[in-house]
């Protein structure tokens, strides 16, 4: 199906929330939930949840392959242009004929999701936060917090830290360490440069930077060896998304642990439990869906590839669905 | 207020976690532990825990001193556990592709400018610049992680490493 035209924002319901409509579909919310409609059928799900997942869609620019809000609701990223589905992943939708999707170019989606974060955030709550550091999602519509529905993800061009790019973290920039990781060593290495070689040599504390995150379940780009991306993130509590990989993944647990539940990516039946305890390195293979779980805020490696190339291999069904066989 | 504990791991202590199946292959998530990894390695020994595509994260046990590479594009090295010195060279002529993959070694000591050097402890990361020379010394056993692509002298051995069961 192809797009049809947005409305950003009718008139306030008596919540004070505006309804949204993208192609088919119609979003709309009150003091606890959002309530989506398709010409097929019709979903609702908890505000909080549904907000925290749209925010990592709109910041990650849709990511990479899916990302489902939850069972029903969710995202295909075709690079460029992206689908917006209702039990497209889900066996029994499909089965009864109720599933829908629709195509929408990249920045039309992104401009209505926007808009979307913009109306319903309420000013207390921070979709990015860990539940115990922000206010509440639920309630009358209460102002907006537009500070945090329009970060900017941290994508270095290089490495973080060295002239030119994404910058160091500090109290004084406004990253005060976070109440997990008050324990964490912040001293910096020892950097000697010769004159002339400022931008080469270089070092930082990746763990110190880590610690002074604001966010949580976001990766960010901290070094680019090609297009072989690090992507940290800090966890704390659940990834509000079930990412469904259309490439393979890789994660390195730097400290802590996070238990992922493991789902085919078509049909959501469960495959395995992945627990990832400091020193544990694994791969997401193309063909799963997967939550994390973490129960104390942990630091995470995420290493994604981003070869131009991966997209039309993927859409010739040409990338491989595991890294390596032996 | 929870006063909380942050774990990490290293050579003298990791607690592994693992694949716990239901119906899949646990094979499919080449799932290992990089200080298990490093603790059975060679020195210096450039050990493939997570490979995709060309691209490779390699877990280096840092124990003496390294022989001298070269990278034709940059590496990033993170210090995991111990302590490692890296010592960087700006080679006096170019010793490699710039359109090649992974850093080779050199054999002795290259002619060029010193650049300097970073002393890196763990949780720091150190740029490894294209083009350039570096050398890794660690006075006791310490572990690297390196974000390069995969080269001559990358080691696969992914049944030895990985959980299969």
């Known amino acids: 199906m192809t797009t049809s035209p947005i409305q950003l924002g009718d008139v306030p319901n008596e919540h004070g929330y505006r309804p949204f409509t993208l192609g088919g579909f119609r979003f709309e919310r009150d003091e606890h939930f959002v309530h989506v409609q398709w010409p097929t059928g019709r979903h609702v799900t908890a505000a909080e949840p549904f907000l925290k997942a749209m925010m990592r869609d709109v910041a990650w620019n849709f990511f990479y392959g899916t990302v489902n809000f939850d069972s029903v609701i969710g995202t295909l990223n075709h690079y460029g242009n992206v689908d917006l589905f209702a039990g497209r992943f889900n066996e029994e939708y499909r089965k009864a004929e109720l599933d829908h999707s629709e195509n929408f170019p990249h920045d039309e989606i992104k401009e209505t999701f926007q808009a979307i974060l913009n109306d319903w955030v309420n000013e207390d709550f921070d979709p990015f936060a860990a539940p115990m550091e922000t206010g509440s999602a639920y309630?009358?519509?209460?102002?907006?917090?537009?500070?945090?529905v329009t970060r900017t993800r941290v994508a270095a061009k290089r490495m973080v830290g060295l002239p030119d790019d994404e910058p160091l973290r500090s109290d004084e920039s406004g990253y005060p360490v976070n109440r997990a990781f008050l324990d964490v060593d912040l001293d910096e290495p020892v950097v000697e440069v010769v004159k002339g070689y400022e931008n080469e040599v270089s070092a930082f504390n990746f763990f110190g930077y880590l610690s002074r995150s604001d966010v949580t379940w976001n990766p960010s780009v901290v070094s680019v060896c090609r297009d072989s991306l690090m992507c940290p993130t800090t966890e704390e509590f659940i990834l509000p998304i079930i990412h469904g990989n259309d490439r393979v993944e890789w994660f390195l647990q730097l400290s802590d642990e996070i238990i992922w539940e493991v789902e085919d990516?078509?049909?959501?039946?469960?495959?395995?439990?992945?627990?990832?305890?400091?020193g544990d390195c694994a791969a997401m293979p193309a063909d799963i869906r997967h939550q994390?779980?973490?129960p104390k805020r942990s630091m995470l490696l995420v290493w994604e590839n981003n070869s131009p190339d991966l997209p039309g291999m993927i859409a010739r069904g040409e990338a491989p669905t595991v890294p390596v066989t032996f | 207020m929870t006063k909380y504990k942050t774990i990490f791991a290293g050579l003298d202590g990791y607690e592994k976690g693992g694949v716990e199946v239901i119906n899949d292959d646990p094979k499919n998530y080449v799932f290992s532990n990089i200080f298990e990894v490093a603790s059975k390695a060679k020195p210096w020994e450039k050990v493939a825990v997570a490979k995709n595509q060309e691209y490779v994260l390699e877990v280096i046990r840092a124990e003496g001193t390294s022989s001298w590479r070269v990278t034709p594009h940059d590496e990033f090295a993170m210090?995991?556990?111990g302590e490692v010195v890296i010592d960087l060279l700006d080679p006096e002529h170019p010793l490699v592709d710039p359109s090649a993959s992974g850093?080779?070694?050199?054999?002795g000591e290259p002619k060029g400018t010193v650049m300097g050097k970073v002393i890196a402890r763990r949780g720091h990361l150190a740029l490894l610049p294209a083009g350039r020379c570096y050398r890794m010394r660690a006075e006791k056993p310490s572990v690297v992680l390196l974000q390069t692509v995969s080269g001559p002298d990358t080691v696969e051995r992914w049944s030895e490493i990985c959980q299969k069961y």
């Open chain 1, 265 to 278: 990516r078509e049909s959501g039946k469960p495959r395995a439990k992945v627990v990832m305890k400091a």
């Open chain 1, 139 to 148: 309630g009358e519509k209460s102002g907006n917090n537009s500070r945090a």
């Open chain 1, 292 to 294: 994390g779980y973490s």
């Open chain 2, 79 to 81: 210090v995991v556990d």
């Open chain 2, 103 to 107: 850093s080779i070694a050199l054999s």
